[in-house]
């Protein structure tokens, strides 16, 4: 929920900077402090000068429902000319060129690694070489980093080592499910969950605070990098009484305070930001502000991509209309809400690669469709048009929708038989990310366009 009126103006200040951009206004960045100047002329060798950034969000293979929270944030903060990519898109020549920022958030980082493979790290490579900014949180932040674990060892991009690796870790108090996962001969553990006070260095983009909070999840506790490109930008200073402790607060204290929690490199003409906490979090809007804050130092001048105006389809008598295709991904994704809901109470944990997961963890995929339907049908109706447009698309979309309501009532069936059900869980997952994946591109590319046309 967004508090007090000087959190609501964080969202409001990067809505109008992006609004002036969308409008095709100047907007310049005075990169060392973090000030916005808008103006018609710019500042010789002080200022940048922005345009309205391309972000594409990795939502395939191996990732959880963090990216949803950067969604949700992105839109407050009005961005919204977003790409959400699988693995196969990663995958593709020149796929992530167009993007200004690319953005990998928590989940299973053996798995995320998997997916993308060997052509997915070349080309991740070559987009921040060619001058792309790469954020990434929890095991987003961990995936570029230095390993000599396969397929972890096809990234190596940042020579920075973690501080909660170890062949004997410290005995868990709760949460072992979420405490330790095998590394090799080794064990990666995290001593905390949630709250965490940060200290920043000052270095942008890290520019208002020097200090504030942000929740923990699993993210790395870095050690200093270990090459001179790499700068932390902040260390992880104390904890709150929201902080969790897994093992003994000693430990935690000693695995996590004084680390490094944001690291920024450089690589060619673009960087790469590591950020341990979920400075993404919803509930955390200064956390957030240094989200918007890297995308628009990161950004690198460029002229704006020309949008393609997609042709109108023509509507053939057998096909639904716009009205009934979103009254029916309604329908179905309410079934997909009561089948979730209906495992909430059964003790369920499903391993799956380096994470566990929880029925609840579901949930949130189909929030993020179900909260965003009425906003999507009131879109289609006041832009003429723009559902015949999108036919195919919403086509689409509903055959997901399908798609994982069935692996929601497979998964339903089974646990109420008590059978194994890791791999239908697995399944379940997968195409909720699809699902949500397809939809999401479908309104923010409609919103977007609704914007332009106001």
Sequence with gaps: M????????????????????????????????????????????????????????????????????????????????????????????????????????????????????????????????????????????????HSSKPPLSLFNLVKVKINNISTSPPPPLRMEWKYITPYGADYIFHPVRDEVVITASGLPPFYQYNSLVAPLYGGPPMRPPEEEEALGLAQYRDFTPKTLYLTDARNGRKVVLGTTAAIRKDLGRGSLFLFGPHFEHPDYPQANAIIANTIFWGMKEREAPIRQLEQEVEEEADRKTPELILTEIKREVS????????????????????????????????????????????????????????????????????????????????????????????????????????????????????????
């Design 2 to 145: 967004l508090g007090s009126e000087m959190e609501r103006g964080i969202y409001e200040k990067y809505r109008g900077v992006n609004l002036r951009l969308r409008q095709g206004k100047m907007a310049f960045l005075l990169p060392e402090k973090g000030r916005f100047i808008f103006s018609g002329k710019q500042r010789e060798g002080q200022t940048k000068l922005l345009h309205y950034p391309a972000l594409g969000v990795y939502a395939g293979k191996g990732s959880s429902h963090s990216w949803l929270w950067f969604v949700t944030v992105l839109e407050r903060m009005g961005f919204y000319n977003l790409r959400f990519l699988n693995e196969e898109d990663f995958k593709l020549p020149g796929s992530l060129n167009s993007l200004d920022s690319l953005i990998v958030s928590g989940g299973e980082l053996s798995g995320i690694a998997e997916g993308l493979g060997r052509e997915g790290a070349k080309n991740l490579k070559s987009y921040i070489k060619r001058g792309g900014t790469y954020l990434g949180s929890c095991a987003g932040a961990c995936l570029p980093l």
């Design 335 to 454: 079934n997909s809400r009561v089948y979730c809901m209906g495992m909430l109470s059964r003790p369920l944990r499903w391993q799956i690669r380096d994470k566990v997961y929880e029925p609840e963890q579901f949930l949130p995929f189909l929030d993020a469709v179900w909260k965003r339907i009425k906003p999507l049908q009131r879109l289609i109706y006041h832009q003429r048009g723009a559902g015949r447009i999108h036919l195919t698309e919403l086509e689409r979309v509903l055959a997901a929708v399908h798609a994982a309501r069935d692996a929601l009532k497979r998964l339903n069936i089974r646990v109420r038989g008590g059978g194994e059900s890791t791999g239908m869980a697995e399944a379940a997952l997968t195409e909720l990310r699809n699902m949500t994946r397809l939809f999401l591109s479908l309104y923010y590319c409609i919103l977007d366009d609704g914007v332009d046309n106001k």
